[in-house]
């Protein structure tokens, strides 16, 4: 199974930056956002397509369609500067596969 | 929400083998999946494998299958990884994590700071 995400995505602080993830009827799967700054653990910022952890600010959501799952981000902040992965749970191969990561650039 | 923390990383030969652990505290560890994690330098995430709460149900990534095999101690809350024909793509950080909810499938809710493992000649 096949997860894809863009390699970067560039936004201004106080705008909205989309993350996109594609794979084959991913929106009928459990879906999950993981962000990674540099030197640390990945942290969940979503889980099973949009519920957001404890701790995690409103300014997060997610979304999954057809072969997409989206993880906004409003009202960015430059903290918000890292590395977001998707993760999909594939009950077909009883596996887990994590998408490419896209490298969010607060400018 | 509880802590992880590996052990067990090194420096190892091809063809060697090295066992992880992972102590739980602060958490309830008995009722949750659990997983293993790894990351090569400058690599995004990989999945390794996952155990059910009770430990009857294993899944491994197909590059692990047949050289890995998780483990837990729910008395001890101390999840293990034996990795036996470690290979140099082996090399990478190893994290442990824990599932969000009861079963397996879910968001891997809390994660250890990872253990540095390095198959080299």
């Known amino acids: 199974y096949l997860v894809t995400q863009p390699p970067s995505v560039s936004v201004a602080p106080g705008k909205t930056a989309t993350i996109t993830c594609g794979g084959d009827?991913?929106?009928?799967?459990?879906v999950h956002w993981y962000q990674q700054k540099a030197g640390q653990a990945p942290v969940a910022v979503m889980s099973?397509?949009?519920d957001r952890p404890s701790g995690i600010p409103e300014r997060f959501s997610g979304s999954k369609s057809g072969n997409t799952a989206t993880l906004t981000i409003g009202r960015v902040e430059a903290g918000d500067e890292a590395d977001y992965y998707c993760?999909?749970?594939?009950?077909?191969?009883?596996?887990?596969?994590f998408g490419t990561g896209t490298k969010v650039t607060v400018l | 929400q509880g802590q992880l923390v590996e052990s067990g990383g090194g420096v190892v030969q091809p063809g060697g083998s090295l066992r992880l652990s992972c102590a739980g505290s602060?958490?309830?560890?008995?009722?949750?999946?659990m997983y293993w994690v790894r990351q090569a330098p400058g690599k995004g995430p990989e999945w390794v494998a996952l155990?059910?709460?009770?430990?009857?149900?294993?899944y491994y990534a197909a590059s692990v299958k047949g050289r890995f095999t998780i483990s837990r101690d729910n008395s001890k809350n101390m999840l293990f990884l034996q990795m036996d024909s470690l290979r140099d793509d082996d090399t990478a950080l190893y994290y442990c994590?824990?599932?969000?909810?009861?079963?397996?499938?879910?968001?891997?809710?809390?994660w250890g700071q990872g253990t540095m493992v390095t198959v080299s000649s």
């Open positions: 994590a824990k599932d969000d909810r009861p079963g397996w499938g879910g968001a891997f809710e809390i």
């Open positions: 602060g958490l309830i560890f008995s009722t949750y999946g």
């Open positions: 155990i059910s709460y009770d430990g009857w149900n294993e």
């Open positions: 009827s991913i929106g009928i799967k459990n």
């Open positions: 099973h397509g949009g």
């Open positions: 993760q999909v749970w594939d009950t077909n191969s009883d596996s887990y596969v």
